[in-house]
């Protein structure tokens, strides 16, 4: 089964970094193109950022782009989105998700998400 | 602003059959796939057809999609109360990057 648990959300003040992590298992890592989508409150699904197999490939919104970067490890089976000047409008529960090809809308499945607050 | 452009609203009742729209360019549905995701109360986004008009299994076929130049559609046959929900579509876009609708709420009456 493939189960994508993700980390490190929590309360943070604007200004100041986050970094988050995704484990991924019960699928071959390396294969696949990963991404990130948030959902601010009440709000719909934004892709913020999608990474290929390899790392080859990066792509980032244009809300996060210069303060986010996404990696993966791919030895060890995880993802992360490094986080820098916060702003209160990131406030969103960021969801781990799998790709399919690096160039598509392809989401399955769906992490259970870890909260970002960003507040003073 | 979502790139996608869906109505924040559609009903029916059940048994019906009712059609979320999704308008984009060519840059995006015009060019490259469409996808659709439902999102029940309080849990998270599905998968519900992949490459325009592709259901997963697990998938009933009263769900289908289809896509025509740069607008998509998702029709629901046979409306039941558990298909009340938020839809969202999504597709690449050629300037890198995914794109999504602003969802439509889906209520049953």
């Known amino acids: 089964e493939v189960q994508l648990v993700e980390s490190g959300g929590g309360l943070v003040q604007p200004g100041r970094p986050l970094t988050l992590s995704c484990a991924a298992s019960?699928?071959?890592?390396?294969?696949?193109?990963m991404h990130w989508v948030r959902q601010g409150p009440g709000k719909g699904l934004e892709w913020v950022s999608g990474?290929?197999?390899?790392?080859?490939?990066?792509g980032y919104a244009e809300s996060v782009r210069g303060r986010f970067t996404i990696s993966r490890d791919n030895a060890k089976n995880s993802l992360y989105l490094q986080m820098n000047s916060l702003r209160p409008e990131d406030t969103a529960l960021y969801y781990c998700?799998?790709?399919?090809?690096?160039?598509?809308?392809?989401?399955?499945?769906w992490g259970q998400g870890t909260l970002v607050t960003v507040s003073s | 602003q979502p790139v996608l452009t869906q109505p924040p609203s559609a009903s029916g009742t059940p048994g019906q059959r009712v059609t979320i729209s999704c308008s984009g360019s060519?840059?995006?549905?015009?060019?490259?796939?469409v996808y659709w995701y439902q999102q029940l109360p309080g849990t998270t986004p599905k998968l519900l057809i992949y490459r325009n008009n592709q259901r997963p299994s697990g998938v009933p076929d009263r769900f289908s999609g289809s896509k025509s130049g740069t607008s998509a559609s998702l029709a629901i046959s046979g409306l039941r109360a558990e298909d009340e929900a938020d839809y969202y579509c999504a597709a690449w876009d050629d300037s890198i990057h995914v794109v999504f609708g602003g969802g439509t709420k889906l209520t049953v009456l």
């Open positions: 990474i290929n197999w390899n790392s080859e490939y990066i």
């Open positions: 060519g840059s995006n549905i015009g060019t490259n796939f």
């Open positions: 998700v799998k790709g399919g090809g690096f160039d598509e809308g392809w989401f399955d499945p």
């Open positions: 019960g699928f071959n890592f390396d294969d696949y193109a």
